[in-house]
């Protein structure tokens, strides 16, 4: 008896030791998962939110820059479709954790561009110690001694910037394979092992946490491009840069290291995780009845039953069920109308910074926190808003198109002004003001005596309202210096510049483009066209979810998870720079190649940036009307088809009723 009691308080007391060790709870294993999701986003979105930034520091064009945006969904793209065949074969936790020490490397990586190269140079209008020669109008100096920023033209030079974009695309290829088992094995993993009441929640929490990053990732952003990109190489008085000038390059690395150490923190706890966990289990209430748990028995045993076959069949089998979701109209428009909205999103997301940058003449900082704190959050309501919808009026597939249709046909009404709604472009001398008569032939003649290089660069804003490339340009002899911090007050003597008939004068940094009253109705209307598509994207998935076999319901997730990588996160990017690139007015050139932009004719930036989203916008919603007309002639020809078949009972209630009475007589 004595040592039935002994063993049974034995197993209780390590029944309690289990219980307590919070490496054996579903609850722990969220709030890690969340903890990293957060902390991988911040990686992957931290890219965006300092894309113009690393464009100006290393001269490159939209075009690359989205390409290198983009490039984390290649090595992603590649491996997603065979995590659907590992599923829980393998350590689910330890693989997550070895992606997330990859997402690590992958960020780290990211940062090392900025200390393998030298510092960052500009055109200076203060003679500095390493060089006495300036950016003004000195007549005696020839070209060939002006000390300017293209002046470390060397073979050196060149292979250095190679070596940075391979770092770089280096870097997001690591970022995508490392990303490709966190979110899959993570929401599978809880899916097995926690209460079927409490899977929702926790599923719902990681959910909001992925729309959540992005935007943290912005905010980051915002902090860490306020501070000098040369923080760590040279002094506060060295830099005569304030943010707001457009040569300012911000701390665009900083970001990567903070994000990095981050996941690296977040990876621990996952080598440390049990291949299986204990489930949940259910008490009172919350017990399930037999009938619903004979169900999802009934669910998993089929879609368990792909993960039961061998590596060749199951390769062999992955095109036909592909095929057979493909053939299915609801799915397929749903997809492609889900494609359209992510190459949107992709775009908004990659450039809409740099947008606001040169259509608002914002700071970099100012333009990823509107993001941060408006664009992402408004879309996270719109997505809330629309699941709640969904619940509340327990909708029918039709009523799900519906819904899809008439948000997207809102955003529509609500995106169109936003066309029109910008800046035009400032008048820049020689480049965009070349045109007038007023300013002619006088500019061929009032600079020609300063030898200016072609290609300095240090705007300056004239006292006439008209912005010069340089100072030298504007035939500036004189410069007016702040005594306390080094830095520029204005230019003098400037020939080019008249009031008048009196010589005029400029201020450092640019003129702006004289339209910051815009930029609120701009960003109220942007947030509440991304609140309105957002409102479709739970409909959506309902619609996917409930159009196709249950059996095949995960590999439809999959296969639709891989066309919006293929279709839109990876292209998208790379079309919305090219677009961009091509309403360019004035090149950068380092070492006689096209580098970053200077000037843009900011309403062709519009029309065509924006205008590519409203296309996408367009598209989702022709989509989803498709959709709508389908599910309603096949509601239609189900009501026929009752209706048809109920005709003949009709009839022969009708004959029995007409017999009775005559029996009875």
Not at 171 to 176: D, H, I, K, R, T
Request: proline share 5%; with cysteine.
């Amino acid at each position: 008896m004595t040592s039935t009691a002994t063993k049974s308080s034995y197993l209780d007391q390590s029944r309690k030791a289990f219980c307590r060790n919070p490496l054996q709870k579903a609850l722990f294993f969220v709030f890690c998962h969340g903890l990293l999701q957060l902390s991988q986003l911040l990686v992957s979105g931290y890219l965006k939110s300092s894309i113009s930034t690393i464009e100006r520091r290393y001269g490159l064009s939209s075009q690359t820059s989205g390409l290198l945006a983009s490039f984390n969904e290649v090595g992603n793209t590649l491996l997603i479709v065979f995590i659907s065949y590992f599923g829980s074969r393998v350590h689910r936790p330890r693989f997550i954790g070895c992606g997330a020490i990859l997402v690590s490397l992958a960020g780290f990586l990211m940062s090392l561009p900025h200390f393998i190269t030298g510092p960052y140079e500009y055109d200076q209008s203060i003679a500095s110690m390493l060089s006495n020669t300036t950016d003004l109008c000195e007549p005696g100096v020839p070209r060939s001694q002006r000390n300017l920023s293209d002046a470390g033209c060397t073979p050196h030079a060149a292979r250095e910037n190679h070596e940075v974009l391979l770092v770089m695309f280096v870097a997001q290829a690591l970022l995508g394979i490392g990303g490709v088992p966190i979110q899959p094995f993570g929401i599978s993993y809880i899916d097995d092992f926690a209460n079927e009441r409490n899977s929702p929640l926790y599923l719902g929490i990681l959910f909001s946490v992925t729309v959540i990053g992005p935007g943290v990732a912005f905010m980051l952003g915002s902090a860490m491009l306020r501070f000098y990109v040369d923080i760590d190489k040279v002094t506060g008085d060295g830099v005569q840069l304030t943010n707001k000038d457009p040569r300012w390059v911000g701390a665009w690395w900083l970001g990567f290291l903070v994000a990095a150490s981050l996941v690296a923190v977040s990876a621990v706890p996952y080598f440390f995780f049990p291949r299986e966990m204990p489930k949940e289990v259910a008490s009172g209430k919350e017990s399930s009845s037999k009938k619903s748990e004979d169900v999802l028995s009934q669910l998993r045993s089929r879609s368990e039953h792909m993960q039961n076959l061998s590596l060749t069949k199951f390769i062999k089998h992955f095109p036909l069920v592909l095929l057979r979701n493909l053939r299915h109209p609801v799915y397929l428009l749903v997809v492609l109308a889900q494609v359209n909205l992510s190459a949107m999103v992709a775009g908004l997301a990659t450039f809409m910074a740099k947008f606001l940058e040169r259509q608002f003449s914002l700071t970099a900082s100012l333009a990823n926190m509107i993001i941060g704190a408006v664009n992402i959050p408004g879309a996270m309501v719109g997505i809330v808003v629309g699941g709640a919808i969904l619940k509340r009026f327990q909708m029918s597939l039709r009523q799900c198109s519906a819904m899809c249709v008439l948000g997207m046909f809102l955003c529509l009404l609500v995106a169109f002004p936003l066309l029109f709604l910008g800046c035009p472009t400032q008048k820049v001398a020689g480049v965009t003001y070349s045109e007038s008569s007023e300013f002619g032939h006088h500019a061929l003649e009032c600079n020609l005596q300063c030898n200016c290089p072609e290609k300095a660069y240090n705007p300056i804003c004239g006292s006439n309202g008209i912005e010069y490339i340089s100072p030298c340009s504007a035939g500036c002899g004189g410069v007016n210096i702040n005594a306390d911090n080094n830095s520029v007050l204005n230019y003098t003597n400037c020939s080019c510049i008249s009031e008048n008939g009196l010589v005029g004068f400029a201020k450092p940094g640019t003129c702006g483009t004289g339209c910051s009253h815009l930029v609120l109705p701009f960003v109220v209307l942007s947030c509440l066209a991304g609140i309105l598509a957002s409102t479709s994207h739970t409909p959506s998935f309902m619609l996917i979810l409930r159009s196709i076999q249950p059996e095949d319901k995960s590999f439809a997730v999959g296969i639709q998870f891989m066309l919006l990588r293929v279709l839109a996160w990876m292209p998208g990017p790379v079309l919305y720079g090219s677009a961009i690139d091509t309403t360019c007015i004035l090149w950068e050139k380092k070492c006689d190649r096209k580098a970053a932009c200077r000037y843009y004719d900011n309403n062709l930036f519009r029309q065509r940036y924006l205008g590519l989203q409203f296309f996408f916008e367009v598209g989702a919603f022709l989509c989803f009307v498709t959709v709508y007309v389908i599910l309603r002639r096949q509601e239609r020809e189900a009501s026929k088809a009752a209706e048809t078949k109920a005709e003949p009972e009709k009839e022969k209630l009708a004959g029995s009723s007409i017999k009775s009475p005559e029996s009875k007589v």
